[in-house]
C-alpha cells in the first residue's frame, strides 16, 4: 500500500526567498507525481506534475524527482504572499486510477 | 481555466437524515472523483468514477454512500444515513484521463449535528 509522507508540516519563508518543500513515497514503481496547492477556503489546485527523473521547471516552481531515492521535492523560487497556502503532494496508488495525497506542509510567507 | 461547481457550499443536518452533494464537473471531462478532508488535513480519496461506474473506492466509502450522474446531469455523493464522522469538507474533482491533472471545486463543508 503507497505510503506519503511530506516534511516540513510547517514553513515560515521570508518574502523573496526559496521555498523548499519535501514528499517521500513508498512503491518504486509510482508513476505519476503532482504538486496542488490549496489557500483558505478553496478547493486544490494543480501547481505541477512530473513523471520523469530530474528536474522540471515552470516559472518560480521547480520539481525534482528522484525514483530510486523514493523521494520529490518542490522549490519555489523568489516566494510571493500569495504562495502562503497549504502545499500537498500526491503520487499515484497501486492502480493508477486514486492518488495517494501526503498530509501537507503549510507555507507561510513572511512579508 | 477549467471550473468544477460544487453545490451547496455548505449544508447542515441532522444526524440519521439523508444529504446529496452536487457536483457539475468540467464539461468535457470523463473521470470523476470524491475526496473527503477534514479540518483543512489530509485529503483522502473516496471514490472515482467512469462511463457510469464505480472504479475504485476506499475504505471510507462506507455502505452508506453512494454516487451517481444520471444522463450526463450532476455527479452527485449521497449519503443515507448519515453520521456524526461525516462532518467534513466534500470535495469533487473532475479530470480527462486516470493520469491527467484533477480540477477540484471548492468543496461542501458538511456539518452533521
Known amino acids: 500500500q503507497q505510503k506519503v509522507q511530506q516534511s516540513p508540516e510547517s514553513l515560515i519563508v521570508p518574502e523573496g526567498g526559496m521555498a523548499s518543500l519535501n514528499c517521500t513515497f513508498s512503491?518504486?514503481?509510482?508513476?505519476y507525481f503532482w504538486w496542488y496547492r490549496q489557500h483558505s477556503g478553496e478547493g486544490p489546485k494543480a501547481l505541477m506534475s512530473i513523471f520523469s527523473n530530474g528536474d522540471k521547471k515552470e516559472g518560480r516552481f521547480t520539481a525534482h524527482l528522484n525514483k530510486a531515492s523514493l523521494h520529490v521535492s518542490l522549490h519555489i523560487k523568489d516566494s510571493q504572499p500569495s504562495d502562503s497556502a497549504l502545499y500537498f503532494c500526491a503520487v499515484s496508488g497501486d492502480s493508477n486510477y486514486q492518488l495517494i495525497w501526503g498530509s501537507g506542509t503549510k507555507l507561510i510567507i513572511k512579508p | 481555466g477549467p471550473k468544477v461547481l460544487q453545490i451547496p457550499s455548505h449544508q447542515i443536518i441532522d444526524m440519521g437524515q439523508m444529504v446529496t452533494l452536487n457536483c457539475d464537473p468540467v464539461s468535457n471531462h470523463l473521470y470523476f472523483y470524491w475526496y473527503k478532508q477534514i479540518l483543512g488535513q489530509q485529503m483522502e480519496f473516496l471514490v472515482n468514477f467512469y462511463n457510469g461506474k464505480v472504479m475504485e473506492k476506499s475504505k471510507l466509502f462506507k455502505d452508506q454512500f453512494s454516487v451517481e450522474r444520471p444522463d450526463g446531469s450532476y455527479f452527485t455523493l449521497k449519503i443515507q444515513p448519515t453520521a456524526l464522522e461525516d462532518s467534513a469538507v466534500y470535495f469533487c474533482?473532475?479530470?480527462?484521463?486516470?493520469?491527467?491533472?484533477?480540477?477540484f471545486g471548492s468543496g461542501t463543508r458538511l456539518t452533521v449535528l
Open positions: 474533482a473532475s479530470s480527462w484521463d486516470f493520469a491527467e491533472t484533477l480540477y
Open positions: 512503491d518504486r514503481n509510482s508513476q
